[in-house]
Structures are given as C-alpha cells and as structure tokens.
C-alpha cells in the first residue's frame, strides 16, 4: 500500500499520507486512553483543518500558526474541564507534530525537484536500518543496546543497522546518478537517518511499555497498526526533507 501511494504521487500520495495519519491518529489516542486522556476531539479538527489546507494551498505556510493555534487551545481546556490536565494538553500538541505535521513533510519530499526519486530516501534509511539491525544483531549480536526498554536490541545491531542504511542509500544512488549528492553525503545522511530512525523505533517502544501494550494496533496482523509500522519512518522524515531544502533544494 505504502509502495503505491509513494510511486503514484501528487494527489493519490496526498490521499494516502490522509488515511494513513488519521490511522495513526486513532492509534495513538487510543494508547493513552488508559493513562492520560488526549484532548482528542481538538487534535481531530485540527488534522482536518490541515488536510483541508494541504489539498487547496501549501501547508507549510500555516504549519507553525496550527501548531500555536492548538497549543493555545490545549492549555486552555484543562482549565475549564477537569477531566483535562495540562500532560493531556502536551500530548495533544505532540500527538500533532509527531504525526501531522511530520507526515505533511512526506508530501512536500514528493513537491521538490526529483522528489518522486528523493521521497524513497526516506524508506530507504528506516526499512534498511531495521532489516540490516534485525539480521546483525541475531548474527553477531552480544551487548544489549537498552534492556530495559527493548531487551532483544542490540549495539552490534545497531551498528549493522547505521551501515545498513549507508549501503541502501548507495544503491539508490547508483539507479539516481543523475541527482546531485556525493557519497561523503550519503554516508552522512545515511549515518544521521539511521540513528534517527532507532532512535524512533525504541521511542516508540517506551511508550508502549509506559501504556501497558504491545502493538499500537492490528491493522496489519502480525506487524501491529500502522504506528508501528511508521515509528521511525516518522522520525526520518524530516531529516530528509530538511537535507533536501537546505542542500538540494
């Protein structure tokens, strides 16, 4: 599915990123149920607001006024309802960042120059990164990473995880030689990405464990729901739409 709406660009990649961020949403509002209720029904009009936008203007142009607009919104509630708290307020700001915002950045990869080929950078570092750290790791893997948090992670895993994404990207380079990126940046980009996307992945793990669940959701059975499967796509996301404004352009 992810394949499709990225090879298909422009409006169906807009359509998509829409269905999948409202999953994620969901997703996410549901796992802090239990804990700390998000202001869900503020977080829910703003993602419409911004899908509204992003279909009939650029949104990065209001990207930073929602941001504000519902961090005013947020704070403000608890302070009329008591079923609120101020945790509820930050957990809704972010639960807009983290997923809104940072999936937008996917569709603004696909509206640069080459970005139909650029936008594969992104998956690239993530799904390398997880399937070289996973191979690595139950081949050479001895000291844990972080046990407490994922006991089966390793640092000889992760390791193979940050050459893994470095030897993707060279790959995609090979079929891009057209695009103008050297290797020292690939290595660089690689490197940064896949620490990144670890870093989301074991994010994503502490949550989990702070709610008391295992998987965000069952959309997809035996891979969980679809934050699950985007933790540390969501983390690269912009790393790679920030190298590609500030270097590619």
């Known amino acids: 599915m992810t394949t499709f709406f990225v090879i298909s660009g422009g409006i169906i990649l807009k359509l998509g990123v829409g269905i999948v961020t409202a999953i994620a949403l969901y997703e996410y509002i549901n796992a802090y149920k239990s804990k700390f209720p998000i202001i869900s029904f503020l977080l829910i009009a703003f993602f419409i607001i911004n899908q509204l936008i992003m279909f009939t203007s650029d949104i990065s142009q209001y990207n930073l006024i929602l941001i504000y607009l519902l961090f005013l919104l947020s704070m403000a509630y608890p302070i009329f309802s008591k079923k609120y708290t101020v945790i509820s307020s930050a957990l809704t700001v972010i639960g807009y960042i983290y997923i809104?915002?940072?999936?937008?950045?996917?569709?603004?990869?696909?509206?640069?120059?080459?970005?139909?080929?650029?936008?594969?950078?992104?998956?690239?570092?993530?799904?390398?990164?997880?399937?070289?750290?996973?191979?690595?790791?139950?081949?050479?893997?001895?000291?844990?990473?972080?046990?407490?948090?994922?006991?089966?992670?390793?640092?000889?895993?992760?390791?193979?995880?940050?050459?893994?994404?470095?030897?993707?990207?060279?790959?995609?380079?090979?079929?891009?030689?057209?695009?103008?990126?050297?290797?020292?940046?690939?290595?660089?980009l690689g490197a940064f990405g896949a620490i990144v996307s670890q870093i989301g992945d074991l994010s994503a793990s502490l949550i989990k464990r702070y709610v008391g669940i295992k998987d965000y959701g069952n959309i997809m059975p035996g891979h969980g729901g679809i934050l699950d499967r985007f933790d540390s796509i969501l983390y690269v996301i912009p790393i790679v739409y920030y190298y590609i404004a500030f270097f590619l352009g």
């Open 100 to 188: 809104v915002s940072f999936f937008n950045l996917l569709v603004k990869i696909d509206q640069f120059n080459n970005g139909h080929r650029l936008i594969w950078i992104v998956f690239i570092i993530a799904w390398c990164c997880d399937t070289f750290a996973y191979f690595t790791g139950m081949a050479f893997g001895k000291r844990k990473l972080c046990p407490e948090v994922s006991p089966k992670k390793t640092i000889e895993g992760s390791i193979g995880g940050i050459l893994g994404s470095i030897i993707g990207l060279f790959i995609w380079k090979y079929f891009n030689r057209t695009i103008d990126v050297t290797y020292i940046e690939l290595i660089i």
